[in-house]
């Protein structure tokens, strides 16, 4: 009879890496309200948030995930660990020596991020060589894309700030590349690849091969670097051609999405709770088909003209309606499920996590709305009225998670505690 699988260390790191990445975003959103307004100041709140938030979350999950798919035994913890703190120490550095303009920090950030990305593949894919057989193998397909992605917009960046010249002579063009390989490319891929199983683990329903999960992700992990190339190369067939397969890979994870919430369990306990996880994950990817409608709009009518990508319409649909509400729903979905404790700290965990579910869900998206649809309406004060209403939401999210994670196992686990 074979060992057991022992996943407890790497349940550990996955935990360390979301806590940390959950840091990261809570200083993307100091950034963002402290700071005087400003390029600058916009550049490092959505750096830190992208690039260091939820690269952080996919160095700690995507090996995890990975394992567990293939039914195989993790990579050792150090290197999982490894890989977690360059990439999240490297955005870090990138962010703080770009903003300083400190060339020296900024160039050590971004190559200690590259070695993090490619210490994250090697902890992924290697232990699969001792699987039998891996399902839903399109989801490690996607994650392989996904990480080329980043690792090639990543050493555009560093080349770039490294100010090596065939870089800087044509970063006008290289840039909108540099920008889909690492958002939409990367981080958006990766989100989706793993709403592929996650999804439907959230919703209690079974996980099971779907049309749209198999168009979504060969749409999102093809149509992104078709885009990169389009720009880089001035051709502007490529970019169109990309730019519809984005849309369509958009579409289709809305479609998954909504089949997965038609074939959800019927729970009957922490019936908040589940409604705030499930319903995350559902709004992240109707943000994120909005998001890539307006990315690319001015694609398709101007090909790879540079004028046809800017991050200042796409920065909060992206950042927080999408990656940042499907970080939140997962992390509160984890807590309970990797995080410490026994069963009776995790149902706990889950009561208080559910708290205001609903008024969290309208906050989140209600703001959103408002400051997305106030800027082109020329209405200032509902874009700021907006952005209040989803710090409150945010703000009370990341009180939850923080109490479920510190202060409930730390009580619960005292002697003489029920």
């Known amino acids: 009879m074979a060992e057991p699988i022992r996943r407890g260390d790497d349940r550990r790191v996955t935990f360390g890496g979301l806590a940390t990445a959950a840091a990261l975003l809570g200083l993307a959103a100091v950034v963002s309200v402290t700071a005087a307004a400003g390029s600058r100041t916009t550049w490092l709140a959505i750096h830190l948030a992208l690039a260091g938030a939820a690269g952080t979350a996919v160095a700690a999950v995507l090996p995890f995930f990975t394992a567990a798919l293939g039914r195989v035994a993790p990579a050792r913890p150090a290197a999982r660990i490894a890989a977690v703190g360059l990439v999240a120490g490297g955005a870090l550095a990138v962010s703080g020596g770009v903003a300083a303009g400190v060339t020296v920090l900024a160039v050590a950030g971004g190559t200690a991020y590259l070695g993090g990305v490619a210490l ?5 894919f290697l232990p699969l060589r001792a699987s039998l057989g891996i399902g839903l193998r399109i989801v490690p397909l996607a994650y392989a894309a996904a990480l080329g992605c980043v690792f090639a917009g990543a050493m555009l960046g560093t080349a770039m700030v490294a100010g090596w010249q065939p870089v800087l002579t044509d970063w006008p063009v290289l840039k909108p590349a540099h ?9 958006s891929v990766v989100i989706a690849a793993t709403l592929v ?28 670097p078709v885009v990169a190339i389009g720009f880089a190369s001035l051709s502007d067939g490529l970019t169109r051609l990309g730019a519809l ?9 809305v479609v998954h999405g909504i089949g997965v919430q038609r074939d959800r369990g019927r729970w009957t306990s922490d019936a908040e709770w589940h409604r705030f996880t499930s319903l995350s994950l559902l709004a992240g990817p109707a943000w994120f088909l909005f998001a890539v409608a307006l990315a ?9 003209d540079p004028a046809a990508w800017s991050i200042d319409r796409l920065a909060a649909p992206l950042a927080v309606g999408w990656v940042g509400q ?7 979905h984890l807590v309970p499920a990797i995080g410490p404790g026994d069963q009776a ?4 965990q ?29 209405l200032p004060a509902a874009s700021a009225i907006g952005a209040a209403v989803v710090g409150a939401g945010f703000v009370a999210t990341l009180v939850l998670l923080v109490a479920a994670t510190v202060v409930i196992p730390t009580v619960t686990l005292r002697p003489g505690s029920t």
Request: charged content about 10%; glycine content about 16%; hydrophobic content about 55%.
């Open 120 to 124: 994250v593949a090697a902890t992924a």
């Open 179 to 187: 920008a889909w390989l690492n958002v939409f490319g990367f981080l």
């Open 197 to 224: 199983h996650l999804a439907p683990t959230v919703a209690g329903t079974r996980i099971r091969p779907r049309r749209s999960a198999s168009v979504a992700l060969a749409g999102l992990a093809v149509g992104a």
């Open 245 to 253: 397969l984005e849309l369509a890979g958009a579409v289709a994870l």
């Open 296 to 304: 690319t709009e001015p694609i398709l009518r101007l090909g790879a």
């Open 326 to 332: 499907v970080l939140i729903g997962s992390w509160t």
């Open 345 to 348: 700290v995790h149902a706990r």
């Open 350 to 378: 889950r009561r208080l996590l559910g708290g205001g579910a609903t008024a969290r869900l309208l906050a989140w998206n209600g703001g959103l709305a408002l400051v997305v649809l106030g800027g082109p309406a020329g």
